[in-house]
C-alpha cells in the first residue's frame, strides 16, 4: 500500500509503454520505453514510476485525463 493509500498493478495495455493502473479507479499511467529503460532494475523503475504517480494525484487529483 502506498503512502496516499492506493495500490499499484502493472497492466499489459499490448503496447511497448509500461502500464501501472491506480487500485479502485480506471487510471492507469504509461511509462514509455525510454523512461523504463533509463533505470537499471524493473525494482528502481517501479520506485520512481510510484513516486511520479503520487506526486500527480497529490497535485491534480485522481481522475482520468483526456489530453
Known amino acids: 500500500m ?9 497492466v499489459d495495455e499490448g503496447t511497448m509503454d ?20 533509463a533505470y537499471k532494475t524493473f525494482e528502481e523503475f517501479w520506485e520512481q514510476a ?9 497535485e491534480n487529483g485522481l481522475e482520468e485525463s483526456y489530453d
Open 18 to 37: 509500461t502500464v501501472i493502473a491506480v487500485s479502485g479507479s480506471d487510471v492507469r499511467y504509461s511509462f514509455s520505453p525510454d523512461y523504463r529503460n
Open 50 to 58: 510510484i513516486e511520479d504517480i503520487e506526486i500527480d494525484i497529490a
Open 2 to 10: 502506498s503512502k496516499l493509500g492506493y495500490e499499484y498493478t502493472l
